[in-house]
C-alpha cells in the first residue's frame, strides 16, 4: 500500500509521513518548493520522494491524505487523485482512523501541547515503546507497539476526528478568533472532545476554565493547588531547572527533577506524570528518564554565542510569550531579556494586541516584525500592523529582516525569538553578525 500525502512539508503532515513510513507503508509526496527547513530535512533523512512537480507516482493501489490547509476541488493533485477515484483522506480524518487502530493518548490545550505530547512519548519510548505525532513535525512508528501518542489541535474542531482512550487537557484559552466565536465557544469544543475518552480526563486544575467542564468520563485534575488529584508540592524553581514532589490522590508517587524552566513546564511535567502513575509505570524510572527530557523542537532551543544567549520558541499567544520570557529570566536572572516577535494572524493582533503589549513588557525590550498571514486577507483588517503591538510597549521598535543590525547593541543578554512562522531569517542573519562581531573581538 503506498500513501501520497498532498502538502507534505507541513509539521503534522510530515510527521503522519513519518510514522507511515515505520510502520512499513511506502510513502511519497508532494509540495511547493519553498524551503521548510523544520521538516524538509527529516523527510529527506528518511528516503521520503517530495515532489513539487506534475508526477506520475498515484496509482489504484495509492491512498491520499492532504493537508487542511488545501482547498480538494482546487489543488491539481487532488483533482487528479479524484478523477482517478481513490481514497482521500483529509489529514485529521487519517488522524481518526489511526485513533480506532492504536490505544491512543490525546493531548490538547491552547498551550503546551506540543512539549507534553513530546515529553510523554519521551518516557514511553525509554520505558516502554510507543507511536506518536507531535507537532513540531516529529513522527516514529512501532510495528509492534499499540500505544499512540498524539499531540491533539482544536483548531476548527479537528480533534473531534479522533477517538481517544485518554485526553489530556492542558489548558483552556480563546484563540484561533478567526473560527471560535468565544471563549463558551472553545469550551463547548474541548467538553464534546473530552466526553470522547474512553478511559478518562486529567485536566490542568489551576486552570479558570476546565472546571467548567461537564464530562461522562471519570476526570483527574493535575496543578498546584491544593484541591488537585495531582499535585505538585515542595517546588524550588533553580536556574538549572525545576524540582518538585508528587502527591497523587493523597498519596506520595515521587521526587521529580526536571530541567526545564518556568510554572508552566512543570505544570507539563505533571499531564506526563499522572498519565504515568494511571499506566502503573514505576515512579523512579519515569523521574530517571523525565531527566534526561531535552524539550521539544522549537520550545526554548537555546545556542550561545560570546556572552549572549540566543532562545528559539514557539510562542505565537500572549499567554506563550509571557511564559517564555519568564522562563528565559528563571534561568539567567542577571541577563538583559531582549524579546523579538513575529506575530501569526490579524485576527490574533486584533483580538490580543494589548495582551501581547502586556507579555512582552516583561523583557527589557521588545521588538516586533511584521504580520505572518497564510488564511486571512490583510484588507478584511485595516489598520492591524505591527504598530498595534509595538504603541503599546513600554519599550518596543519595528524590526524585520535585513535589520538584525538593531540588536548588536545589546551584549550579555539573551535574545528571544518568538513566532510560530518564519523567525529565522531574521535570527540567522543576527547570529551571523553577532559571530561576525565576536571573532572580531578576539
Given amino acids: 500500500m503506498k500513501y501520497y500525502l498532498v502538502g507534505i512539508k507541513g509539521t503534522g503532515m510530515s510527521a503522519l509521513a513519518l510514522l507511515l513510513s515505520d510502520l512499513g ?7 511547493d518548493a519553498k524551503e521548510h527547513r523544520f521538516t524538509e530535512d527529516k523527510l529527506v533523512e528518511r528516503g521520503i520522494k517530495i515532489y513539487s512537480e506534475d508526477n506520475n507516482t498515484m496509482d489504484k493501489d495509492t491512498i ?26 483529509e489529514y485529521e480524518e487519517m488522524l481518526g482512523k489511526l485513533t480506532k487502530t492504536f490505544d491512543t493518548i490525546c493531548i490538547s490545550g491552547c498551550h503546551g501541547k506540543t512539549t507534553t505530547t513530546s515529553m510523554l512519548s519521551h518516557i514511553y519510548m525509554d520505558l516502554d515503546n ?16 499499540k500505544r499512540f501518542i498524539l499531540e491533539s489541535c482544536e483548531y476548527r474542531r479537528h480533534f473531534l476526528h479522533y477517538e481517544p482512550e ?39 486544575g489551576d486552570d479558570q476554565y476546565t472546571h467548567s467542564l461537564e464530562v461522562t468520563p471519570s476526570i483527574y485534575y493535575y496543578g498546584l493547588d491544593d484541591d488537585n488529584d495531582i499535585k505538585a508540592i515542595n517546588v524550588e524553581y533553580r536556574n538549572d531547572g525545576t524540582e518538585f514532589d508528587v ?69 505565537h499567544h500572549p499567554a506563550e510569550v509571557k511564559v517564555t520570557i519568564k522562563a528565559a529570566r528563571q534561568k539567567y536572572p542577571n541577563k538583559k531579556i531582549i524579546a523579538v ?24 525590550k521588545a521588538y516586533v516584525m511584521d504580520i505572518n498571514y497564510d488564511r486571512e486577507d490583510p484588507n478584511d483588517y485595516p489598520g492591524i500592523t505591527p504598530y498595534t503591538i509595538i504603541d503599546k510597549l513600554d519599550n518596543g521598535d519595528y524590526i524585520e529582516r535585513g535589520m538584525a543590525d538593531k540588536l548588536l547593541e545589546f551584549e550579555d543578554c539573551v535574545v528571544l525569538f518568538m513566532s510560530s512562522k518564519e523567525i529565522y531569517f531574521l535570527e540567522d542573519e543576527y547570529k551571523k553578525l553577532l559571530a561576525d562581531k565576536d571573532n572580531q573581538e578576539k
Fill in 25 to 31: 507503508f511506502d510513502v511519497v509526496g508532494y509540495d
Fill in 247 to 315: 502527591i497523587i490522590e493523597e498519596e506520595f508517587y515521587g521526587h521529580f527533577d526536571l530541567p526545564l524552566f518556568g510554572k508552566h513546564m512543570l505544570l507539563n511535567a505533571l499531564a506526563v506524570i499522572a498519565v504515568c502513575h494511571y499506566e502503573r509505570m514505576n515512579a523512579r524510572e519515569v523521574a530517571k528518564s523525565l531527566k534526561t527530557f531535552k524539550g521539544a523542537e522549537r520550545r526554548f532551543k537555546e545556542e550561545f554565542i560570546g556572552d549572549n544567549v540566543i532562545i528559539d520558541d514557539y510562542a
Fill in 341 to 364: 516577535f513575529k506575530p501569526h494572524t490579524f485576527s490574533r493582533v486584533e483580538e490580543f494586541a494589548d495582551a501581547f503589549a502586556q507579555s512582552l513588557n516583561l523583557a527589557d
Fill in 130 to 145: 510507543c507511536n506518536y505525532i507531535i507537532g513540531d513535525g516529529r513522527g516514529h512508528g512501532t510495528k509492534d507497539s
Fill in 64 to 89: 491520499v491524505v492532504y493537508s487542511p490547509a488545501l482547498k480538494l476541488d482546487v489543488h491539481p493533485e487532488l483533482i487528479k487523485a479524484k478523477n482517478m477515484d481513490l481514497k482521500i483522506y
Fill in 166 to 204: 485518554y485526553v489530556i487537557i492542558t489548558n483552556i484559552d480563546l484563540d484561533h478568533t478567526d473560527y471560535y466565536k468565544d471563549i463558551d465557544d472553545m469550551i463547548s469544543a474541548y467538553e464534546e472532545f473530552a466526553n470522547k475518552a474512553d478511559k478518562m480526563v486529567i485536566a490542568c
